[in-house]
């Protein structure tokens, strides 16, 4: 039997909201059925073709997420924090595959998931970008193959609207660094440029962030040595690669056990 699952989108007029919707749209193994935005906004009681500027989809955009739940097989949620939690339970209610793009949830909104989490397969991932996730596992590796002589950067770019900092990807990169050389990234993490006048210590991981214009993405990892440095890059020139991935994780997440998954499961890195 062949099924085509339905997808809700939340934050549907967002800039990921929207390129979530083309995506499913030019998807022939998936097919929209709710798209939510928050109260008070525009777009809700309009189709949300016509509200894009195209051509009417037979989707309302509405603030009741359950309503826009209620025949889906799958949430993909790119908002914010609150509005994320929210949408887990919710999710999970509907027995949907959440998949959450979000971020800058704190620990306690992570761990606040996990209910959720025993009813619904959740994929959560700072960067749903292949490309991203690829360097996540070089850059395990490459901090796995040097002591802490080597110092380590994280140098991201965003378009000046982001508003958390460092990226999660850029957070996602520096887990994956202190994973690689064995410690706990809180020990030798240096968030930010603010207030650091002093030395640095050796062998840390430091954060950097940049905002400026419409960035899409970019995240360089630095090792630096007295002597030597190596520099592993990524950079996204569209957030087509997010919607694609996070598409992927969605038909991925069907028939899974549930639980907590994040895109390196997905894409079987
Ligand atoms: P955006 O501000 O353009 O869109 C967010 C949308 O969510 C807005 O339309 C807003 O109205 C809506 N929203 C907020 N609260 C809501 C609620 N309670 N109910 C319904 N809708 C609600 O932001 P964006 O650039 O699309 O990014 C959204 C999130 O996705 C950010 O956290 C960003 O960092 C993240 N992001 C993740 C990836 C990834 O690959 N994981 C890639 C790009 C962006």
Known sequence: MTHTPGIAVTGASGRMGQMLIRSILDSDQA??????ERKGHAW????????????????????EPLEAFATAQAIIDFTAPEATLEFATLAAQARAVHVIGTTGMSEAQIAALKPAARHAVIVRAGNMS??????????????????DE??????????RHKVDAPSGTALMLGEAAAEGRGVRLEEVADRGRDGITGARQRGHIGFAALRAGDIVGEHDVLFAAPGERIVLRHVATDRAVFARGALRAALWGQGKPPGEY????????
């Open 262 to 269: 994040d895109m390196l499961d997905v894409l079987g890195l």
């Open 130 to 147: 292949l490309g991203v996730n690829l360097l996540t596992q070089l850059t395990k590796r490459v901090a796995a193959a040097l002591d």
């Open 31 to 36: 097919q929209l059925v709710g798209a939510v």
């Open 150 to 159: 080597f110092d380590i950067e994280i140098v991201e770019s965003h378009h």
């Open 44 to 63: 809700i009681g309009q189709d949300v073709g016509t509200a894009m500027g195209g051509k009417a989809l037979g989707v309302t955009v509405t603030d």
